[in-house]
């Protein structure tokens, strides 16, 4: 059964930083594309960042910049740095793992990740 828990959300301050994890059992993170995404109150789930078997990575034009992906093959972990935060940013943000080596497109689709954990809050206050 593959599980996908995601930690380190928090209230922080605009301008501020946090680094989201997302550690996984029974999934080999570096054989295939993670994503994050998030989802405001009342928005639909937004695709915020994506990297492949080879580390290749893209974001939504909204953290570009601000925001970076990186997988820790070792501990099997995967990660989201988010510096500058703005309050646009709060949203419960979810880790999720698609079935495939090579994400598809320049954004992460939900439809083409299988695996979701349940998500982490993240507050931006300005």
């Known amino acids: 059964q593959v599980q996908l828990v995601e930690s380190g959300g928090g209230s922080v301050q605009a301008g501020g930083s946090l680094r989201l994890s997302c550690a996984g059992t029974?999934?080999?993170?570096?054989?295939?594309?993670m994503g994050w995404f998030r989802q405001a109150p009342g928005n639909e789930r937004e695709g915020v960042a994506q990297?492949?078997?080879?580390?290749?990575?893209s974001y939504t034009d909204s953290v570009k910049g601000r925001f970076t992906i990186s997988k820790d093959n070792a501990k099997n972990t995967l990660y989201l740095e988010m510096n500058s935060l703005i309050p646009e940013d709060t949203a419960m943000y979810y880790c999720?793992?698609?079935?495939?080596?090579?994400?598809?497109?320049?954004?992460?689709?939900?439809?083409?990740?299988?695996?979701w954990g349940r998500g982490t809050q993240v507050t931006v206050s300005s």
């Open positions: 999720a793992a698609a079935e495939w080596s090579q994400c598809s497109g320049s954004l992460p689709r939900a439809g083409y990740f299988r695996y």
């Open positions: 029974d999934y080999r993170f570096s054989w295939h594309c």
């Open positions: 990297t492949d078997d080879v580390g290749r990575t």
